[in-house]
Each structure stands twice: as C-alpha cells, then as structure tokens.
C-alpha cells in the first residue's frame, strides 16, 4: 500500500469518540463569554465570530473534542454542523489531543524541492514516530503540513502553531528537540506573520546567520 494512504495528509477526525471533558468542566467563564459576545458584535451575522471562538476553546480545553466544539457553536449561537465544519476544514485546530509541542513540517512545493521530506523523515526516525503521531512520553506530534507562507526559506516547520524554524538542516532539527525537551525556543526560531511582525516593529528573524543555507539554497535527497 502506497506510503500516503497508509499516512495520509489530513486524517479524518473520529465523528463520534467518547466524551472527554464532562458537562462541569464545559463552561465558559464570565470573561471569555464577554470576549464572544464582542466578537459577535463585529460581524453582521453570529457565525463570523467562529474562528475566534474556536480558537479561544482550543487554548482553554488544549483541542477540540465535538462537546467542545458543541459549546462553542452555542455559545455564538449557531448550528453544530457549522462550527464542526471550520474545525475540521483547518489542520491549526486540533480535533484530539496533541504532544505539548506540535512540529508541522512542511511539504509542500517549494520545501518538497528543497528536502522538505527529508527532513520529515529524519524527524520522524529521530523521535521514533510516524507523521500523526504523538511520542510516548507526550512531548511531540508530527504533523505534515501544507504550504505556511514561508517558501522563500524553504525548508521549514512550524511550533504549535507558532514560531517558524526557516531553512532546516538535520544539526537544527537536533537543536530545536533538544531545547524543546529542556523547556526553551532556542534562537533561531523567528515569527514571519505580518500581526507579529508589526506587533513587534519587524521582522524577528533571528537564524539568518545560523545557517548557509541562507546563502546555499538546499536540494531534496529524494529529487537528487
Ligand atoms: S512550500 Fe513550504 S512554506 Fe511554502
């Protein structure tokens, strides 16, 4: 059977798993219930504020179980349906629980090109997992990812939904586990989204000189 579908790209999320958390712990305090209420008021129908919904749920219950997403959906008031269709459309919401730091590689076009498998791979072989996976002590999930916006350095990954790691080589893989697995975001890692970028007063890439593939553009293993 071909690698992609015993793996595939995006994994259906089980419609109908046990419950996780229990009907005590479904609730929205006070705060966040005014943060949905304000959301709603900057959009001309309810179910624009979903996004933010959704997100606000998933940084409280860590992921988006369906009674989670239930509480979500009537929090804003809108059908279920509707909301479970943005949180499975998006792989940055997580539809079960994941490893305290999500690795998205990506390997699309450009990071494909430049060894964007490679590198998912070595990963994978490194923590012993498979893309999808969790590793047993709970510190990581491998993700594959498609195109992150980044592919002028290619190739790359990004943490929990978070910072980039740009121009990937083995020796930096080995580098961000081993300061993840200490607690830290070692320097390299840089934010390339324009909020942050402005938030910050530019861009903070730090790595451009801990790395010559700045200057040495890498090639894929596979395409060699
Ligand atoms: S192809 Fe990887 S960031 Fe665009």
């Given at each position: 059977?071909?690698?992609?579908?015993k793996?595939p790209?995006?994994?259906l999320?089980?419609?109908k798993?046990?419950?996780?958390?229990?009907?005590?712990?479904?609730?929205?305090?006070e705060d966040?219930k005014?943060?949905?209420?304000t959301w709603?008021s900057?959009?001309?129908?309810?179910?624009?504020?979903?996004?933010?919904?959704?997100?606000l749920?998933?940084?409280?219950?860590?992921f988006?179980?369906?009674?989670?997403?239930?509480?979500?959906?009537?929090?804003?008031?809108?059908?279920?349906?509707?909301?479970?269709?943005?949180?499975?459309?998006?792989?940055?919401?997580?539809k079960?629980?994941?490893g305290?730091?999500?690795?998205?590689?990506?390997t699309?076009f450009s990071?494909?090109?430049?060894?964007?498998f490679?590198?998912?791979?070595?990963?994978?072989?490194?923590?012993?997992?498979?893309?999808?996976?969790t590793?047993?002590?709970?510190?990581?999930t491998?993700?594959?990812?498609?195109?992150?916006?980044?592919?002028?350095?290619a190739?790359m990954?990004?943490?929990?939904?978070?910072p980039?790691?740009?121009?990937l080589?083995?020796?930096k893989?080995?580098?961000?586990v081993?300061?993840?697995r200490?607690g830290?975001?070692?320097?390299?890692?840089s934010?390339t989204?324009?909020?942050?970028e402005?938030e910050l007063?530019?861009?903070?890439?730090?790595?451009?000189?801990?790395?010559?593939t700045?200057?040495?553009?890498?090639?894929?293993?596979?395409?060699?």
């Amino acid at each position: 059977m071909a690698d992609f579908i015993k793996h595939p790209v995006v994994e259906l999320p089980d419609r109908k798993p046990e419950p996780v958390f229990g009907p005590d712990e479904l609730v929205f305090s006070e705060d966040e219930k005014a943060q949905v209420k304000t959301w709603i008021s900057r959009y001309p129908t309810a179910d624009g504020a979903i996004m933010r919904g959704l997100w606000l749920a998933q940084e409280k219950f860590g992921f988006l179980p369906p009674e989670v997403i239930q509480l979500v959906a009537d929090e804003i008031g809108i059908p279920y349906a509707n909301a479970y269709g943005v949180a499975t459309f998006y792989t940055q919401y997580f539809k079960e629980k994941k490893g305290t730091y999500v690795l998205d590689v990506c390997t699309c076009f450009s990071c494909q090109l430049c060894g964007g498998f490679d590198m998912l791979h070595y990963l994978e072989e490194k923590l012993g997992v498979h893309k999808g996976e969790t590793t047993p002590d709970g510190d990581f999930t491998i993700q594959e990812a498609e195109c992150l916006g980044a592919c002028g350095s290619a190739p790359m990954l990004q943490i929990t939904n978070g910072p980039f790691v740009h121009n990937l080589t083995e020796e930096k893989i080995d580098a961000l586990v081993d300061a993840l697995r200490e607690g830290q975001m070692p320097a390299f890692t840089s934010v390339t989204l324009p909020q942050d970028e402005d938030e910050l007063g530019g861009n903070r890439r730090t790595d451009v000189s801990a790395t010559d593939t700045y200057s040495v553009r890498p090639v894929s293993e596979t395409v060699r």
